[in-house]
C-alpha cells in the first residue's frame, strides 16, 4: 500500500462536540523517549502535513520516567513538545488530554479527586500547551472506585468548562455505567479505553452503546493490545497475518483499520516515534476490509 500519497482523510471524519476531526489521528505518548526532541517536532510537523488533526496527549506524557519509564537527560513533555511544533495551532487541530492523573519525578504517579487538584492538572496542561482553552479533557479513572465518586469529579471538571478553560469533556478508562453517573452534569464527547482486535473485547457491547449515544470511541494500545506502554509484540496472530498477506499491508496497518470497521463514531490515535511508521499508521485509513476479513479477525 503506497503511504505518503495517502492523508488521515482517506479515514473519514467524525464530529467531537462542535469540532471535527479526521478519524486517524496521532497520539503523543511515545514522543517524549529520545532525547533529541528535534526528532519529536519533526515528526508532530509530519503528522499535520498528513492531514492529522487530533492529537491526544497528558501532562503526564513525560521522559525520563514517566508512563514509558525510560529515558535519560532532561524532562520533555509530550505537550510542550506539541506546543514547540505546533504552536501557534492550526484552527482545525484538536488537542485531546487527559487529568485525574499526574506524575511528579519524586513522588510517582498521583490521582487527582478534588476539585483543586483537578484543577491544577487543567492549568498544567494549559500552560504545558501554550493555551488558553484545552479543546477535550478526559477524565481519566483509576482502576477501582476511587475515593470520590466519579459524578463529583466529572461535576469539578464541568465547572471548568463552564469557565471557559475546557471545551468539551470526556471520559477514559471508562464502563458503560459510568456514563449513566455523569449525565445531566456536561456531554461526553469521547470515552477512551484500552481496546483492539485481540484485546479486551469483552468491551464490544460499549463500544456499540457509545455509537448509539453518539460518543466517540476512542482506543488506545490499538497497536500494543495487552503490551500497553512496552510495545507491541512481534507475533501478531495468525488471522491478522492471513489478512495483511491478503492485502499486501502489514499487520499494523490491518489492526488500525479493523479498529476504523468498528463504527464510523471510532478513532484511532496509534502513537510512533518513527516517520516511516507514522506514514503507515496514516494509510490504514484508506484500507477496506471485506466481511470476510472481519468475520476472520472476529
Not at 477512551?192 to 484485546?199: I, L, P, R, S, T
Request: charged share 20%; net charge negative; hydrophobic share 45%.
Amino acid at each position: 500500500m503506497p503511504t505518503d500519497e495517502i492523508t488521515a482523510a482517506a479515514a473519514g471524519t467524525w464530529t467531537l462536540g462542535d469540532r471535527t476531526v479526521h478519524r486517524m489521528g496521532f497520539g503523543s505518548m511515545r514522543i517524549t523517549a529520545n532525547p533529541d526532541s528535534d526528532r519529536a517536532v519533526a515528526l508532530l510537523h509530519r503528522a499535520v502535513e498528513l492531514g492529522v488533526n487530533h492529537i491526544d496527549t497528558a501532562a503526564f506524557y513525560v521522559s525520563p520516567g514517566g508512563t514509558l519509564r525510560v529515558g535519560t537527560g532532561p524532562a520533555r513533555y509530550a505537550t510542550e513538545l506539541i506546543r514547540a511544533a505546533l504552536a501557534p495551532y492550526p484552527e482545525d487541530l484538536v488537542i485531546a488530554t487527559k487529568v485525574g492523573f499526574g506524575y511528579d519525578p519524586d513522588a510517582g504517579f498521583t490521582e487527582a479527586f478534588t476539585p483543586a487538584q483537578l484543577r491544577a492538572q487543567v492549568e498544567e496542561n494549559l500552560r504545558r500547551l501554550g493555551r488558553d482553552q484545552l479543546d477535550v479533557v478526559n477524565l481519566r479513572l483509576g482502576r477501582g472506585p476511587g475515593a470520590v465518586p466519579v459524578a463529583d469529579r466529572f461535576g469539578a471538571l464541568a465547572e471548568l468548562r463552564a469557565a471557559g478553560l475546557i471545551r468539551h469533556l470526556g471520559l477514559s478508562n471508562a464502563r458503560p455505567h459510568h456514563l449513566d453517573e455523569v449525565a445531566g452534569i456536561a456531554p461526553v464527547v469521547c470515552v477512551q479505553n484500552n481496546y483492539g482486535v485481540d484485546a479486551y473485547r469483552e468491551q464490544d457491547a460499549f463500544v456499540r452503546l457509545c455509537g448509539e449515544r453518539g460518543i466517540a470511541f476512542v482506543p488506545f494500545f490499538a497497536l500494543a493490545g495487552t503490551g500497553r506502554e512496552a510495545g507491541a509484540s512481534t507475533a501478531q496472530g495468525e488471522a491478522v497475518e492471513a489478512v495483511a498477506r491478503a492485502h499486501g499491508v502489514t499487520p499494523q496497518q490491518v489492526r488500525l483499520a479493523w479498529t476504523l470497521h468498528q463504527g464510523a463514531h471510532v478513532l484511532a490515535i496509534p502513537g510512533t516515534a518513527d516517520p516511516d511508521h507514522l506514514a503507515q499508521n496514516i494509510a490504514a485509513g484508506a484500507l477496506r476490509l471485506t466481511p470476510e476479513d472481519l468475520t476472520r479477525l472476529h
